[in-house]
């Protein structure tokens, strides 16, 4: 696992604790669907530059 990835899947999982926030507070629900399509990418992007797949 290099310094990328996890930079990235800690911003994912730092942003999918916003959502979970968020939603508890009752904010709009177009900033928690913007933030959660974050969340996703970028925990997507930190899965894909792991080693594991080469």
């Known amino acids: 696992m290099n310094g990328l990835s996890t930079v990235f899947i800690l911003l994912g999982l ?3 604790g916003g959502v979970y926030s968020f939603w508890k507070q009752q904010q709009p ?3 928690i669907v ?3 399509v974050g ?8 899965v894909l530059r792991l080693e594991v797949w080469n």
């Open 14 to 16: 730092f942003l999918l």
């Open 29 to 31: 629900k177009g900033l």
């Open 34 to 36: 913007l933030l959660s």
């Open 39 to 46: 969340s996703a990418l970028c925990l997507l992007a930190g």
